[in-house]
């Protein structure tokens, strides 16, 4: 089992930044790979970043490509996502998510085992 724990949510002004952590417990953080999700009011769960569990590859949506950096911290068992230039469009309740390594489709919310309760990023316009 991983237990996840997401902080780092509020609200911010559109063009503001916040920073995401998620702190992992359990088993060995460092084998998996991990991904930032999320789910605005009335729509599906999304996929937002990933980052490899040896950290040499990071992947984005599209909508997210140039404002937002994942990165990880396997010593301090903790993924970040730094969000800049947010807008209103960025609202949502953001969740991470633990994927074994050798599932490769990392955009698919059900090639992850492990996920936190989430925590709300709110843009203001």
């Known amino acids: 089992q991983v237990q996840l724990v997401e902080s780092g949510g509020g609200l911010v002004q559109a063009g503001g930044s916040l920073r995401l952590s998620c702190t992992a417990s359990g088993r060995t953080f460092s084998n998996y790979a991990m991904g930032w999700f999320r789910q605005a009011p009335g729509k599906e769960r999304e996929f937002v970043a990933t980052i490899t569990w040896r950290a040499d590859s990071t992947y984005y949506a599209d909508s997210v490509k140039g404002r937002f950096t994942v990165s990880r911290d396997n010593a301090k068992n903790t993924v970040y996502l730094q969000m800049n230039s947010l807008k209103p469009e960025d609202t949502a309740v953001y969740y991470c998510?633990?994927?074994?390594?050798?599932?490769?489709?990392?955009?698919?919310?059900?090639?992850?085992?492990?996920w936190g309760q989430g925590t709300q990023v709110t843009v203001s316009s």
């Open positions: 998510a633990a994927r074994p390594p050798y599932r490769g489709t990392y955009y698919l919310a059900r090639e992850y085992d492990y």
